[in-house]
């Protein structure tokens, strides 16, 4: 192929992996809202190309973590889907048997090292994951997702420091939505932001339009190759915004109706899908779309867990009787 | 009296202690929004977001705040939004909130509420689902509260807000929403005074929190004679309700919420047994959830939660010992 | 069998661990140093400094790093210095390592060590004294080991390194200079096994941890046939010698240093009584701290701490009763 | 007085509070060693200037909190000396009654809200302690003391973000003394250092030479005169050395003696006294000296406290039988 097609291949892939995301979360948003789909749904719909472009650039044996709004790292990082599906259902198949949920998908086999309900709780986690890596000498990087409010958690501080003090391989990636549940994050941050942070502990940061899945590509290919090549951990700081409220059901009422409607109108899909085909656009779109329908429709045909399945997999020994 | 909800009568109470003392102010994440559960709706607006303030997520230092706040003077409530999130902010809690009066020999007290909602709610999974009220028992210093009606959220919030000792307010989730009768005028309920929520000879029925409502139901449902004792304070506790009850039945039920395994259940028993002897009864269990996390699915919720049918199996179960 | 120290039985079956496993490596504060109480000297000399890692004052990120290192396969030992100090990476421990493996269905698995050493010692006062085990036998997912002996000590070491659950190691503060005999092999001791450290049918005394020597010398003095069980493991923790002990004796006695209120030993004890039935039981009592922080002064500490005298009169209460 | 009488006076009083905790340190680490003393004691020896130069610019009403290594910052803040030593003692009529011992010293009526075993603790309670004296209006400020060790905990970050978020008056001493108990600590500090971070918060920062009483003094002065008038809080970057171990027994093995050797040559105390009349430099460290050896003496005459007192001041309702 020429670089021209591979380019447009590599481009088509991620505007299929955008396009899956947005699918799966829309049908998960629903799923939610009519009760389909047990507890809570956070969904990054209008942040996709932050998860795709980083994940662009990642190999399979490299590892994410992730958080609490984490399916479209998991899809980017090649996660099953349809399991995933099933897990936020609550259903015997998904990712993690039905006793995660949408807040706790992993997919191991794929290095997606789990979402998190705690805010921040990723970054510990991610330092280690790299210490191992290191210890083993496997060839791979971790990459750790959080977004703009864990900047003001102790362990951002901590994990910084810690990054940079190893040099260990991880690439720390900021999803800056500007939100933080339902107060504007920076009506709560002071400072020069997350970057400013990161750097000051010593973690070279690099700020990215994060609603441009092109860019977000282009840095974050040449900051894992500088992790790649043992130059120690980076920084990406990626401007986006949260279409929806922080869960499937918050209507978001906090913030005005056009800063949201503004958002939707730098739409990272449609970015991208405007230097595309617009009859393989489509396509790629259909097929995002029918594929998270039919994993859906899959979920809700799906079979309960056995409720025993609450008893196991806690720990061998002292396991409940 | 007037039907309200949890959520509901927990802030009128609030607002009511904000009304009477200046030096009362809350802070925690998303309070100006009214809090998740709506527990603080209006309070911004009413007293100024000096007083009702909105906070970074900074678990560690929403709390750690809170001590040097109340060592200035205040009295501040501490919202932690979930009680899992406390786990970010246990150092302040343990070590410093819960042991400065004492270290210190008395100079200072820390004079403050720590609000946080406890237990399954919603499919919240094992990161949000946690029920830790052994934990904070077993620590001195620490008075612990745990209601399980919309009175009780009012009236030990008042005394919690009035209170010199650190009080941990330990609200149940899956009850903001629940109704009750709450007085007009709300008053301040005592720590340590049960409430006695219903009457019987065949056996002592002791809950708090989130079971309450479970376990009167049962207890009705149950066709037994039950005395049941909803503690609302685990922290002083009403031991002697608890065993005058136990003395007279000779049968004890405890039903929490929280892993069975040293949950609070295991205290109230050892200590009803130490005081009673163990001759002094002749049946003794505790009902709680099995030592595993909690799942997300709803079925395998369901096989570790305390439905009434269950609880009244165990009520069945613990009259018919020696009967 | 050798004589030596608490602190050289650990460091020895460190050692033989981290040669036996490449997977294995330590993190913590002063690692480098030996630790704070020697219990890795000379390690980084041997295993070198990407093995024996001195980190900066992160609890939060030395807990969550051990565990990212043991989801990708490495099999860390993390130091928390003294166990008060995880109180700062509680979330860490509790909502992350302990639930992981549950969570994501099986993935993975925290297969680390937490090393919290803990208790009195040397007048350490309120914030570096705590005793927190009951808190971590009731959270799901952990096994939690407490040492009395060197021998204890390294056996069960091994264990932890050796076992895929992730393993809480409480080593007593107060012990770590203590001497006593290690096998010139030394053998993993599995967990949920008590050491039957005396016979006797009067009464049924079960400890573990900085007790086993106090409990051990009281029985002696104490002129009583007491059946003494050192716990080694309070989750799992051997359930079924307890019970047949007490079901012998008909008299059990706790004794922790940890608070007695929601102590572990309300655990011990109400699940005896729930075994054997309380009318299987002539006496019962616990043994612990009163519910206040651990004071400074020698003569305040005294009065808390549990003596050889002050067990030995709880062995003469319990075995007195309805005899 | 004329000014340059004012300032002598102001001299020799920072002097003396320098000479009384040096003095006093010495009693305590003497004390400590011969075991006459219980548990530990963390000298800070070599470091006076910073206490007191920070706390020459405090009134009474203004609150401090404080570390593990404690006594210069309490004295400097005009705690009772006496009862101090009594209390690391262990005796009746120590600051805490006995119950607190060196780590855990208060002493209220100054203001001096406490030492604390757990590094960085006294960030955060701090900032409620400012947030605190806003609400009430009080004319006041709060002085955080705290290691260059703590720079690496989240509540370093936590604390320095909420303070520049709600501007609040605090004046944040990090003292730098090279040292985190055995491990030096830029070992174990990646980036730009304390101050950076700070700074990356939104606090800003000022480097002092803390050895020199002078220009913390000066420093201070003018960073409080900034909290003081309504500016939020400032952060003082104080370099300066552990002259003793971490601890009164530590032989700190682990550094070159000639390091310590060089920072015990640009002694805080000598340098001041350089500038002042050898007499009463000379009266003023035997007057200190002698202080300090009778408060000893008063604490080893001390009755110990009453046995019952370790059941007393836990809380009101559900206290210890
Ligand atoms: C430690 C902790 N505190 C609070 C919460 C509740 N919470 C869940 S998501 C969230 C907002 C997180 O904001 P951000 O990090 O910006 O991520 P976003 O939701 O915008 O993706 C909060 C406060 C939590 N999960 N964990
Ligand atoms: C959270 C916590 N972790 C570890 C310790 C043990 N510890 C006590 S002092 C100290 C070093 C602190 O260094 P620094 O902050 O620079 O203060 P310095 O001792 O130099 O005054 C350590 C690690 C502690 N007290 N608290
Ligand atoms: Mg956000
Ligand atoms: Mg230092």
Known sequence: MSSASNETARRVAMLRDMARIRAFEREAVAAMRSGEAPGVVHPSIGQEGVAVGVCANLRRADRITSTHRGHGHAIAKGADARAMMLELHGRAGGSCGGKGGSMHIADFAVGML????????GIPIACGAAQAIRLTKEDAIVACFFGDGAVNRGPFLEGMNWAALYRLPVLFVCEDNGFAAFTRNSAVTAGGGPAVRAEACGVP?????????????????????????????QFLHAKCYRWEGHTGTDAAGYRPAEEAAAARGRDCIRRLAALLDPEEVAAVEAEAAAEMAGHRAAAMA???PDPGAAFTDVQDAGAPA | MTRMTFAEAARRALAEEMRRDPLVWALGEDLVQGGIFGQYKGLAEEFGTDRIVSTPISESTIMGAGLGAALCGTRPVVEMRIADFTLCAMDELVSQIAKVRYMFGGQGRAALVVRMPQGMWRNSAAQHSQCL???LTHIPGLVVAAPGTPADAAGLLKSAVRSDDPVVLMEPKNLWTAEGE????????????????????????????AMVPVVEQAARESGIACDV???RSLWPWDEAAVIASARRTGRLLVVH??????????EVVARVVEALGPGGLRAVERLGSPRAPVPFSPPLEDSIRLSPARVADAIRRVAAVGA
């Open chain 2, 257 to 266: 919420e929280a892993v069975t395994v040293s949950g609070f259940g295991a």
């Open chain 1, 114 to 121: 789990g979402a998190n309900g705690v805010v921040g709780a």
């Open chain 2, 229 to 231: 004792f909803d503690l």
């Open chain 1, 302 to 304: 799906a079979p309960w």
């Open chain 2, 133 to 135: 009220e052994a934990w």
């Open chain 2, 182 to 209: 709450v007085m007009e005028e709300i008053a301040p309920i005592p720590f340590g005074v049960a409430r006695h929520a219903a009457q019987g000879d065949a056996l002592t029925v002791v809950t708090w929190s």
């Open chain 1, 205 to 233: 940061a690099t700020a990215v339009d994060g609603e441009d899945v092109l860019s977000v590509d282009a840095v974050a290919a040449e900051l894992v190759a500088r992790i790649r090549g043992g130059g120690g951990p």
